[in-house]
């Protein structure tokens, strides 16, 4: 789950990842009872929201009014958020003819999250059925006082706030809790007992192995996890060299990289693979391997990648990995998105080595995922 902490005057954002909630909410835990009154959607037409309404026109509470609710706020290259897709929709399938409608509010952490229009392809790519709003502003999200990705907020026919939980989890709770407030809404409602709630699952629990933490490459709110001796310098080229080794849970560069607040852009000319190409190298313990990446500052490019030396291969290759005619595994980056990089038949401990292809090459995260955080669609 990622956190992020708001300074509402300036809009100053500080974020950060972190696998424990609120209170004394847990990632395996129950959701939290409320009874407020849920913050409107701003009014369609009002010009100083930043909201764009996707999947839908413009929605108020007042449109929603008998039906209950849930408000999920998502950001679309958040590990986190991508694993709770196949519940909502799943939730959604069931439920919407009962009354139950799921409002996604899309609200960005790093730059390329803030275009509608790679918002837009998110939703499209992972098959969203219902509403969402890109919140670029953060209004909703102010609205809500909410500090985390993703965070669920399940709202009664009458507009009342009934439930909450940050990260992910408490599916079973979630389901009951849904089928409760419908219930509460329309009493004539009978659920068959064919259709059986499902436990709740604690894939956070140590029996799971516990993953390398979210690797921030950049100088993300002073969490970078570059440990070059030449450090950060923000705004400026560097000529990075390799140190003789790279710890758990951080990167290494070599050649010529800027500093950026998002992520390392490569500043280097084209090159091929090779033992002196210029490289990004960083070490983790998980059992799937994600990133962020994009060529915003550039053009589409391949990204050679290797793990423990050897090149990736049918058994351990992420679903965007590809395998050129002589079996060097690559990545076509050409989009702003999250990228599945390694898919390894068990947990373990790697290092994994990057070497971009051209300029303008983006890296801005590593995330992970551990063994009971693998069956979820890839998309």
Same mark, same amino acid.
Request: glycine share 8%.
């Given at each position: 789950?990622?956190?992020?902490f708001l ?5 100053l ?39 764009t309404? @996707?999947?839908?026109?413009? !929605?108020?509470?007042?449109d929603?009014? *008998?039906?209950?609710?849930l408000? +999920? /706020? ?21 439920y919407?003819?009962d ?7 899309h ?13 837009r ?22 609205s ?10 399940? @709202?009664?026919?009458?507009? !009342? ?5 940050? *990260?992910?989890?408490?599916?079973? +709770? /979630? ?6 407030l419908?219930v ?19 894939a ?6 516990i993953?390398?933490?979210e ?29 003789g080794?790279?710890?758990?849970g951080?990167?290494?560069l ?13 500043? *280097? ?8 190409a210029?490289?990004l190298e960083?070490?983790?313990?998980a059992r ?8 915003t ?8 990648i290797?793990?423990d ?9 992420g679903v965007?990995?590809k ?7 690559y ?32 890296i801005?995260?590593f995330?992970? *995922?551990?063994n ?8």
């Open positions: 789950m990622r956190k992020l300074i509402l005057a300036g809009l954002v500080i974020v950060g990842c972190v696998l424990t909630a609120k209170g004394q909410i847990t990632e395996g835990g129950a959701l939290t009872p409320l009874r407020v009154p849920a913050p409107d959607f701003p009014k369609p037409g009002a010009d100083v929201s930043g909201t309404w @996707i999947n839908s026109p413009p !929605l108020t509470l007042a929603l009014h *008998g039906k209950v609710v408000i +999920d /706020f998502w950001e679309y290259t958040c590990i986190n958020c991508l694993r709770t897709f196949e519940q909502n929709k799943k939730w959604y399938e069931r919407h003819k009354g139950f409608e799921i409002v996604g509010v609200a960005p952490e790093f730059d390329v999250a803030y275009s509608v229009d790679n918002v392809e998110a939703v499209k790519r992972f098959g969203l059925p219902y509403p969402v709003v890109a919140d670029h502003w953060f209004t909703i999200w102010k809500y006082k909410n500090d985390s990705w993703p965070s669920r907020f399940l @709202i009664d026919a009458n507009g !009342l706030a009934r439930f909450h939980r940050d *990260g992910e989890g408490a599916d079973g +709770d /979630f389901e009951r809790a849904i089928r409760a419908l509460e809404a329309h009493p004539e409602l009978k659920f068959s007992a064919a259709e059986k709630v499902a436990p709740n699952e604690d956070f629990a140590a029996s799971c192995g993953s390398t933490g690797m921030y490459v950049g100088p993300w709110y002073k969490r970078g996890a570059l440990s070059n001796a030449e450090g950060y310098q923000p705004g400026k080229t560097v000529h990075y060299k390799v140190p080794s790279v710890a758990d951080h990167a290494i070599s050649g010529p990289w800027e500093t950026d607040q998002n992520g390392m852009i490569y500043r *280097g000319k084209p090159q091929a693979p090779g033992p002196r210029d490289r960083m070490r983790y313990h799937e391997l994600y990133s962020v990446m994009n060529v500052r550039g053009a589409p490019s391949k990204l050679y290797l793990q030396g050897k090149d990736l291969t049918a058994a351990n290759q965007d990995v395998l050129d005619a002589a079996g060097h595994s990545i076509d980056v050409n989009a702003s998105r999250m990228y599945y990089l390694v898919a390894n038949t068990e947990f373990g401990s790697h290092t994994v080595t990057l070497v971009p292809t051209a300029p303008g090459f983006t801005n995260s995330t992970f *995922g551990n009971c955080q693998t069956k979820f669609p890839h998309l």
